[in-house]
């Protein structure tokens, strides 16, 4: 079992920066690939970002790539979303994952092994 607790969300203007962390808990969370979600009103949850277990391939969608970085410290279990340039269609709730399917197939993924439960992310115009 892995537990994944989000934090950093916030209310932020457009052009403005976040960086979001995910503490994990469990055994063997340097197995796993870990990554971002997110789910704005009404619409369905979308992959924003993933990295491999040891942190070499990071991988993005094409809507938050230039801007967003992930990055991951297995020494404390935690992984991060660096976002800068925020616009307002990045409005979301974001989730972090986890899950042991390589991170490079994460664009396909359906729904990741492990969820946390969510921070909200609001940028105003």
């Known amino acids: 079992q892995v537990q994944l607790v989000e934090s950093g969300g916030g209310l932020v203007q457009a052009g403005g920066s976040l960086r979001l962390s995910c503490a994990a808990s469990?055994?063997?969370?340097?197995?796993?690939?870990m990554g971002w979600f997110r789910q704005a009103p009404g619409k369905e949850r979308e992959f924003v970002a993933a990295?491999?277990?040891?942190?070499?391939?990071?991988y993005y969608a094409d809507s938050v790539k230039g801007r967003f970085t992930i990055s991951r410290d297995n020494a404390k279990n935690t992984v991060y979303l660096q976002m800068n340039s925020l616009k307002p269609e990045d409005t979301a709730v974001y989730y972090c994952?986890?899950?042991?399917?390589?991170?490079?197939?994460?664009?396909?993924?359906?729904?990741?092994?492990?969820w946390g439960q969510g921070t909200q992310v609001t940028v105003s115009s």
């Open positions: 994952a986890a899950d042991l399917v390589p991170a490079s197939r994460w664009y396909n993924l359906g729904k990741p092994d492990y």
């Open positions: 469990g055994r063997t969370f340097s197995s796993y690939a």
């Open positions: 990295i491999s277990w040891g942190g070499a391939g990071t």
